[in-house]
């Protein structure tokens, strides 16, 4: 039933859509409550907030403003949030902040060209310790470095100290030449 104004459903059964603008695609026992919301198909899915989306699958929740749900008991519920739960156990997976980004699957693979990374159950503490140990390395660069740099400031030190004693001794030298020009021009008189 399309109560909405300005909504629709293009298909399927006991599908709502009563929030305004809002549209389901299809599917089964459907609900597209909140203004601009949709369901695009999929069963007992829910997108209650304002330009919610919930892109197909069962049991899903888009109750966020601009919030999307996909998956198997997918809780979108924080604003901004995307919740994808591809996990084959079901359990729901809920976003806890706003403008969260939560993909629970069995694994995670990122491809760029022909690369490929994957993340999995077995692999996942060895990323976990990459990700500490890179800050561990970062922090004990920035030691070297402060280290580095304190040794740099005590010989720029060091250099000026020997710049002035330079200075100093040229001086000297310049008037030992002096003393020697006078004595020499006096003992030839």
Same mark, same amino acid.
């Given at each position: 039933m399309a109560s909405?104004?300005?909504?629709?459903?293009?298909? *399927?059964v006991n599908n709502i859509a009563n929030g305004t603008n809002s549209f389901i695609g299809s599917g089964?026992?459907?609900?597209?409550? *909140? /203004?601009s919301s949709v369901v695009s198909g999929g069963k007992s899915n829910t997108a209650s907030g304002l330009a919610s989306v =919930?892109?197909?699958?069962?049991n899903n929740t888009a109750t966020g403003d601009y919030s999307i749900a996909m998956g198997l008991n997918a809780d979108a519920k924080k604003d901004r949030s995307l919740v994808i739960n591809l996990n084959k156990k079901g359990n729901e997976v809920s976003s806890t902040s706003k403008g969260e980004f939560l993909v629970n699957s069995d694994s995670f693979t990122l491809?760029? *060209?022909?690369?490929? =990374?994957?993340?999995?159950?077995?692999n996942i503490k060895n990323f976990k310790n990459l990700l500490k140990n890179? =800050? /561990? @390395? @970062? @922090?004990h660069l920035e030691h070297i470095n402060k280290d580095k740099q304190a040794i740099i400031e005590k010989l720029h030190k060091q250099v000026n100290k020997h710049e002035e004693r330079i200075v100093e001794q040229q001086e000297q030298i310049n008037e030992l030449h002096r003393m020697l020009i006078d004595f020499v021009g006096r003992s030839t008189e």
């Open positions: 909405g104004e300005h909504s629709a459903i293009a298909g *399927g089964f026992s459907n609900a597209a409550e *909140g /203004d =919930v892109i197909g699958g069962s491809q760029i *060209g022909n690369k490929a =990374v994957t993340i999995n159950k077995k890179s =800050v /561990d @390395r @970062r @922090r």
